[in-house]
Each structure stands twice: as C-alpha cells, then as structure tokens.
C-alpha cells in the first residue's frame, strides 16, 4: 500500500495534471460501476424463479452497460479533474478574509460556504447536462434532467459535503485535497450516476409524443 501512494505522490509531483486526470476519472468510472452493479434501474428482464440479490446482481452484469461507464471515465479524467483542480486552487488563494491566515476557522468556513454555495450549486446541472449531452440526446432533454435531478441532488449534497469539506480545507494539504474528495466521491459518484440513470430509464418506459397521442 505504501508503495502505491509513493507513486503516486511521485507521478503527481511529476505530472500533476495527468496524474489527477487519471485519478479522478478512475474514480469516476468506480462509482459508475458499482451504481450499475448495486443500484441498476435496468429494464432488462430476470428470468422466472431467479428473483434473488445475485440473480439480479448477474443480470445487471450480464447486460452490463460500458459505454456508460466510459462516459463516466471521460467526464472525470477530461473534464471535471482539471475543474477540480482548478477550484481547489482558487479556494485556497482567492478565498480569503484579508489580515486572516489560511488557516483561520474563519477562512475554512468561508471556503466551505463558498464551495457549496456557488461550486456545488453549479457543478450539478453541469454534470448532469454533460452526461446527457454525451449519451446523444438533445439539449431539450439535457435541460428536463436538470429540472427533475437538480434540487433533491444539491440537498442530498448539502448532507453529505460541508462537514467532509470542512475537515479536507482544514488538514489535507492543497495537493491531496482533490485525491481526498474523489476517495470520498466513490460513494457520491455511485449516486450521482444512479440519480442520472432514472430520468432515462423512466423515458423508455413512458415515451412522450408530440402532439400528444391519446392511447
């Protein structure tokens, strides 16, 4: 174990960017797995007599989707790493009470504020948009996914985030905190890529036809 985080403590001293990139991106798809694999709103039928947790679990292998845990990997590695980092940063410098150290209990609740006040707020309908935008559907559906997921995920965020990021801006060094976040994020992921799963699932099950048709 201390051999893996050696090298990565060197791969990000070398490479900062790509090592993130790979980092958060595999962490990414982790969640995206075990979403699939625990929390599947498949359609996919299971056979009769075979209602069981692993019959079901096997199913979900079975007609496992990949291009949806590539997706995820894509999202994280190119996209949200070099946000992330980008935020962390800028949290760290920029967000500050003036005449206060870093350190100050003042300044860690202002990055906390800050962070799930504007960030988290923000970094939501994007993911979303982004992730319906890569499975190929159109704007119109990107925007109804916003609408449906937003707010019940941002309060689900606001349990689960302020106190873990309390304590990463407080005893994380700025180099791990990215690395701190995604570790918790495993289980965030696992969630974020269920909660993007239902509005389409639910959209197979009922399609929406215009002009309405009376069935």
Known sequence: MSKILNFYLNSLSKRPKTTNAIMTGSLFGLGDVSAQLFFSHSEYPVEKGAETPSANILNTVKHYDFPRTARAVIYGS??????????????????????????????RLLRVSVDQLAFAPLSLPFYFGCMTTMEGHSLDVAKKKINDQWWSTLKTNWTVWPLFQAINFSFVPLQHQLLAVNVVAIFWNTYLSYKNSITTSESKKRPVHYPPVVE
């Open 78 to 107: 190119l996209i949200f790493s070099f946000i992330g980092d980008k935020w962390y940063k800028i949290l760290r410098y920029k967000v500050k009470i003036p005449n206060k150290g870093n350190s100050d209990w003042a300044n």
